[in-house]
């Protein structure tokens, strides 16, 4: 990418609609809008006032009339970007925005890269990382826990209590340097307890903010969830009633699930990316048995496991093994006491489900009883309750949470040391480690492809 290009493309979502916004950055961007917009005044675009909307022309460099519009000119650095910027919006039919996009490239703009704009905001110091990685998640946000997380980390949640704990942990360090560099000046303004002390206040301020990433990959990446249990056990219409419609196929035949169903669906505030599976059973049909096989490697990588048993007829063997084999993998599990709509409720096969398993939910796949329930259960399992999602810091990456874990164990590491009372620049080393981890949430120590990485899952007009 090359970064002092002048860049243009279409910021509204493809398709027909109202209007339609193309947005130009760069230090040429207020030449290129002067070529192709016309204020209805008579003034030209660049002399028009920061941040005014103007009706006028717009026109390709060649002088055809293409439509008329509005347009506003933000000047650096006061801009979404950090740059010179220019907003126009015309029409919103495909082939008019399509027209306009590249009347900009004529003019002198290049096409933006997916991410671009976003990308040179964060070059400029405009957000940090982590607050753009907030901006991608508001974007691709479906509910309102992922909105509040998403707004709340744009808002600089979890890039503010990562400063507080960086700048915290860099003072120790300096200290730590003097002491070091000029042992007889005695220069440092602190004692080894006192950095020590200080290092173990910054462990436990970096295992607190990792410590929500239990709740923040809950609603913004999801859990794996394997929808498990015999065949006939409603395992299908489960499915059906989390994800609101008929996704797969509900008969009264056993073995009609074969091969794994995936969407993604929210119960309370858990995303949930469910799995139906094949009835496990003895069968000799072979295809039936490779459904099954797929039934258990998927149970193997699930976060949750929904075992789904029928309440209205006695427990089976295979119902009793299949118990065993799920208790046995120590996944967190909600078992499901299906079809409790039913005058005939086993009573002992309640009695025996709820003594094997520690989350039990009596439901209704076909009258929709007991989901509310479920939904407290699994956000009881998933959600720390104390967290305010609009205020706390929380982390909601895995790239955050693998740079937050490594700075933990180097700085376990340096503290190990400090209480063995080794030299304090063999101490320094887990300390600099730990500094230069915490530093790549928002960006510090981050390399130019991960960087790359990030802004490319972007659309092109952000």
């Not at 509204?12 to 204020?39: D, H, M, N, Q, W």
């Not at 993998?329 to 009573?347: F, M, W, Y």
Request: with cysteine; aromatic share 4%; glycine share 10%.
């Amino acid at each position: 990418m090359k970064i002092l290009d002048t860049i243009a493309a279409i910021s509204t979502p493809y398709g027909k609609g109202g209007v339609a916004l193309i947005r130009i950055s760069g230090a040429e961007a207020f030449c290129v809008g002067e070529r192709i917009f016309f204020p209805a005044g008579g003034q030209s675009l660049p002399s028009l006032p920061h941040g005014k909307m103007v009706y006028g022309e717009i026109r390709s460099p060649d002088g055809v009339s293409l439509d008329d519009g509005m347009a506003v000119r933000f000047e650096s650095p006061r801009s979404f970007t950090g740059e010179d910027t220019v907003e126009i919006t015309c029409h919103g039919g495909i082939l008019i925005t399509e027209k306009v996009l590249a009347a900009a490239l004529a003019a002198g703009a290049r096409a933006a890269e997916a991410g671009e704009f976003t990308r040179r905001a964060y070059i400029s110091g405009k957000m940090r990382l982590s607050e753009a990685e907030a901006l991608g998640n508001l974007l691709e946000a479906k509910t309102d826990s992922q909105l509040t997380l998403a707004r709340n980390g744009m808002k600089g949640g979890l890039a503010n209590r990562t400063e507080s704990i960086y700048r915290e942990l860099k003072q120790t360090l300096s200290s730590v340097w003097a002491a070091i560099d000029f042992p007889e000046e005695d220069l440092s303004e602190m004692s080894r307890g006192e950095i020590e002390e200080a290092a173990s206040h910054a462990l436990n301020g970096i295992r607190r903010l990792a410590a929500t990433y239990g709740t923040g990959r809950a609603v913004t990446e999801g859990i794996p969830t394997v929808i498990c249990g015999r065949t006939n056990a409603g395992k299908s219409s489960v499915y059906n009633r989390i994800l609101g419609y008929d996704a797969a196929i509900v008969t009264d035949i056993e073995g009609t699930t074969r091969d794994v169903l995936r969407q993604t669906a929210t119960l309370g505030k858990t995303l949930l990316l469910l799995c139906d599976t094949a009835g496990l059973r003895q069968t000799d049909d072979r295809v039936e048995s490779i459904g099954m096989e797929r039934t258990r490697a998927e149970m193997k990588k699930a976060g949750l496991i929904l075992a789904v048993f029928d309440a209205s007829r006695p427990l089976s063997e295979e119902d009793l093994a299949l118990a065993e084999e799920i208790t046995a993998t120590g996944i967190p599990t909600v078992a499901l006491l299906n079809k409790i709509d039913r005058e005939e409720s086993d009573g002992i096969t309640i009695a025996t489900i709820r003594q094997r398993f520690a989350h039990t939910v009596a439901v209704s796949a076909a009258e929709g009883d007991g989901f509310d329930r479920l939904a407290e259960v699994i956000d009881g399992l998933f959600i720390d309750g104390s967290i305010d999602m609009g205020r706390d810091a929380v982390v909601t990456g895995a790239r955050q949470y693998a740079a937050l874990t490594l700075a933990a164990e180097a700085l376990e590491s340096a503290l190990a040391d400090l209480r063995a009372g080794l030299p304090l620049d063999l101490c320094c080393v887990g300390m600099e480690h730990a500094l230069s981890s915490l530093g790549e949430v928002d960006g510090r120590e981050l390399g130019e492809e991960i960087v790359a990485e990030i802004f490319s899952r972007f659309c092109v007009g952000k």
